[in-house]
């Protein structure tokens, strides 16, 4: 089991310090920037992430917070190496500290929405919620895009499939799963809006979710990428029109789509788009707005305004994000919270079951 803590965001950190405004207009927030890569693993600015657990690497264990990320594959941490100004404020690994470490002869790439990660390969023992795994393949950072510096988490902890793995390093997952140190090839991610969020690794946790779980199989065993059939507002189709491609991925923070069919989804909910892409909508209106349904696979997985919509000091915004032109859907932590997410790596399935 691996606790997660719902910290900060970053756009709250930068709105405390007055410096919100001024960073959106140079880090434009884009989300389908960690879905285009070709070969290189990437990751998205996403500055509303806020969930949190804490790993360990090398002998002696040196910790950092991680996000547990279903939408990459890779596992980095900051380095004693790096310099930038975002690892100066992050825990940094030292090589020389950890009797198991040994340098791989790669170095690693990881593109951002704006800037990029750039390090070395190494192997060591990696200490994931209690389970002990060896010679697992990650990254030192040696440079680190600016944003970074506004993030709680240290690093990434990337849970999709090697095959989008960046220089095909074999996932933490994968690893636990060969070492024989989970008793199924599943793990299990429950997101509360208050604390108590977790994942579990090797099985689920009955206490978090009510029903049963809904198996939807994978169209594509690279992300956690499953069809979608529609979006829908009482029974009305707003998004999805005839089908498309949705990803199940707890390091984005919304619910992302096409701007075209965001736009109409906000504007159906009654939100209005600000010049920086919020949904703003009147906090008192949230009791009389439409539930959203998100038909996977012939399944029906409705969204109430109370889980859409965010309230902050700022006012009330939806959770629906503008991808731009890509068409893959990003169902992120605004749809995780609602449904438990079991992540079967065998049998290449998603269940998903109401949160309790």
């Known amino acids: 089991m691996m606790p997660l803590i719902k910290g900060k965001s970053a756009r709250q950190t930068l709105k405390e310090k007055g410096l919100w405004e001024e960073y959106r207009k140079t880090h434009p927030y884009n989300p389908a920037a960690k879905f285009y890569s070709s070969g290189t693993e990437s990751m998205t600015n996403d500055a509303d992430l806020s969930y949190y657990g804490t790993i360990s690497i ?14 990459s594959s890779n596992l980095w941490v900051p380095s004693v190496y790096c310099n930038s100004t975002a690892c100066e404020n992050h825990n940094q690994f030292n090589p020389s500290q950890s009797s198991t470490f040994q340098w791989g002869n790669q170095s690693l790439s990881i593109q951002y929405g704006t800037g990029s990660m750039t390090g070395f390969l190494g192997s060591d023992t990696v200490e994931v919620g209690g389970i002990s795994v ?41 690893t636990m799963i060969t070492e024989g140190l989970v008793s199924e090839p599943i793990f299990s991610v429950y997101l509360s809006g208050e604390q108590g969020s977790e994942v579990v ?38 998004a999805c029109s005839g089908g498309c491609q949705a990803i199940i991925d707890t390091g984005t923070s919304l619910i992302v789509g096409p701007t075209t069919d965001i736009n109409n989804l906000n504007s159906w909910v009654g939100a209005s788009t600000d ?38 000091s700022s006012g009330c915004m939806t959770g629906f994000g503008q991808g731009g032109t890509m068409q893959l859907w990003i169902l992120g932590d605004v749809f995780i919270r609602e449904y438990y997410a079991v992540f079967n790596a065998q049998t290449q399935n998603i269940g998903l079951a109401k949160s309790a």
């Open 275 to 312: 010049q920086s892409g919020d949904a703003i909508v009147n906090c008192q209106n949230i009791p009389s707005m439409p539930d959203v349904t998100f038909t996977l696979n012939g399944n029906a997985f409705t969204v109430p305004a109370s889980a859409y919509v965010s309230q902050s």
């Open 58 to 71: 090398g002998t002696p264990p040196q910790s950092f917070s991680v996000i547990f990320d279903t939408g």
């Open 201 to 238: 690794f090797g099985g689920t946790d009955s206490t978090h979710y009510t029903g049963t779980i809904t198996w939807i199989p994978l169209s594509s065993a690279t992300y956690w990428q499953i069809n979608m059939d529609s979006v829908t507002i009482n029974g009305q189709t707003v």
């Open 134 to 174: 060896a010679n697992q393949v990650f990254g030192l950072s040696q440079t680190e895009a600016s944003f970074m510096t506004y993030m709680q988490a240290d690093g990434i902890l990337g849970l999709a499939f090697q095959s989008i793995a960046s220089d095909n390093v074999v996932p933490v997952f994968n």
